[in-house]
């Protein structure tokens, strides 16, 4: 006990005791107590709550941004081009018959409905399915949510654009309302149950932002059976997700800001201006026209020749734009980074690192790509497809075989877009070692690169087959004299010829 605290003690041991015991416990957590150098808060409150007064706003926030700030739209495209890419996240279908083996024939069959499906997916008949996991996918890192109600079977008005009835509806959240926490076990426009589950989402029939939107704001029942909701969340029973932009938007925000006042203030500094100084009071006479107002017309080369005594011609020199400006956007742009998931490479367009440098980035980035693939896919492309296989085997569109395991009827590997080679070379030799070790299979090396093997599989051999019709040979080629007289060990130290096991095995 402290000085204080003994005085306490001689008229109350108990508070003495108590005041020490209180002080050692804020002394222990000194993180907790705010000062006027940490100015730490707190929230206790629910993620609901929290989500429910600044959620829309962080919305109009990250539009706002994405539509006027040039690396939070970078920011976008690089996030959606590693989670969905360019050829989206391909399915690739593998159920399997009662004795374990991929049952082919039913996969090409179920691939080959996926594949029209996927040319019209989408009630507007304006995006394929590529265009539609895009779309979907940026609208989740964006607004921190997106809505996918799902369309089957005959419904008034809409016509399927494939064989199988089955459409989808994207929907902005702005028609799922935040305000609507009225009616008993709705949050927030969602429907739960005592348990925290989804059963039906309140939508507006139309965007409260159309023009229109005022004389027709009433809202329908979806149940959630028929609807899709992708979020962005970080608490638990959260019901609403948060823009990816929610913990970056200041930065943002100042960046932009900063980067104006430097171009402004750069733009001024290329005016060359000049001014007479006229040195000391003493050394001035007065023009004897009486005239005080002179002007001189600069051009190249000119010589000043009709100064006064003691004047002389100075110019304004601006040290704009600063030095310190590219070191300091750069420390910004990591911060960003680091808060969205992107890569720093990828959004301050610096590529200036080594090669163990840019591959460690690159490493590391992918994973956090690869995660946030797996979180969109379970959300949006996998029940996309288990609805799919459903709706076209209750249409007659899709015959199952007696011989398939049904538990595996919805099996699919979903691809997500492959991690780019720094050095092709390097990476092309690994993966041969480790096929040849035996701890990877050449399947699992094409899938890594985002294609389907039985694809890849069936080019390679019509195309090696289009060779020998047409007689022609390329060093590839297992039949090529080079293939049978190089006898030299490759990088992985393993010897063709050396290896008798090889010298009878059929080359693919």
């Not at 996998?382 to 209750?394: H, K, Q, T, V």
């Amino acid at each position: 006990m402290n000085i204080i605290e003994n005085i306490i003690q001689a008229f109350s041991p108990e508070r003495a005791f108590r005041r020490a015991q209180y002080r050692r416990a804020l002394a222990a957590y000194e993180a907790a107590n705010p000062s006027r150098l940490r100015k730490t808060g707190a929230d206790n409150s629910s993620g609901d709550a929290v989500v429910g007064r600044a959620g829309a706003a962080l919305r109009g926030y990250a539009r706002q941004l994405e539509q006027n700030h040039d690396i939070a739209n970078g920011v976008l495209n690089v996030l959606v081009n590693n989670t969905v890419g360019p050829f989206g996240v391909s399915t690739e279908p593998q159920p399997r018959n009662k004795e374990g083996d991929i049952h082919q024939d039913f996969a090409d069959e179920i691939l080959e409905l996926w594949k029209d499906w996927c040319l019209s997916p989408e009630v507007t008949g304006e995006h394929d399915w590529v265009a539609s996991q895009r779309l979907a996918c940026r609208t989740w890192y964006r607004d921190g949510e997106v809505l996918t109600q799902l369309l089957e079977g005959l419904i008034p008005s809409l016509k399927h654009g494939t064989a199988v009835p089955f459409s989808l509806e994207l929907i902005e959240t702005d028609q799922l309302p935040f305000d609507d926490n009225e009616s008993k076990g709705i949050t927030q426009g969602v429907e739960r149950n005592a348990w925290g589950k989804p059963v039906a989402y309140h939508v507006f029939k139309s965007h409260p932002g159309d023009a229109t939107a005022y004389y027709n704001m009433s809202t329908k029942r979806v149940s959630a059976d028929n609807m899709l909701h992708p979020k962005i969340t970080s608490r638990i029973r959260q019901a609403r997700g948060v823009s990816i932009f929610a913990s970056v938007m200041r930065r943002l925000e100042d960046i932009k800001d900063y980067e104006e006042s430097e171009r402004v203030a750069a733009r001024i500094s290329a005016v060359l201006a000049a001014y007479i100084k006229k040195g000391t009071a003493e050394d001035y006479t007065a023009p004897e026209d009486g005239k005080t107002d002179r002007i001189f017309s600069m051009k190249p080369g000119m010589v000043f020749d009709n100064l006064r005594p003691g004047e002389e011609v100075s110019t304004i020199q601006s040290n704009r734009p600063s030095s310190l400006a590219a070191p300091f956007l750069n420390l910004q742009h990591r911060g960003i980074a680091a808060g969205t998931g992107a890569n720093y490479s990828s959004i301050s367009k610096n590529y200036d690192g080594s090669y163990s440098s840019q591959r460690q980035e690159l490493v590391e980035g992918f994973n956090n790509y690869q995660a946030c693939t797996q979180l969109f896919s379970s959300q949006f492309n996998s029940p996309i497809y288990r609805r799919f296989i459903e709706i076209a085997i209750l249409s007659g569109t899709l015959k199952v075989p007696g011989d398939i395991d049904m538990r595996t009827l919805f099996d699919a590997d979903y691809r997500a877009p492959a991690m780019p080679w720094i050095d092709p070379d390097k990476e092309a030799k690994a993966n041969e070692r480790l096929e040849r070790a035996g701890y990877k299979s050449a399947q699992m090396t094409i899938r890594e690169r985002g294609q389907n093997p039985n694809d890849v599989r069936r080019q390679i051999k019509q195309w090696r087959k289009q060779n020998d019709d047409d007689e022609i040979m390329f060093t590839s080629d297992p039949k090529h004299e080079f293939n049978k007289d190089n006898d030299s060990p490759d990088d992985s130290g393993l010897s063709g010829s050396d290896d008798k096991e090889n010298e009878n095995a059929k080359t693919v």
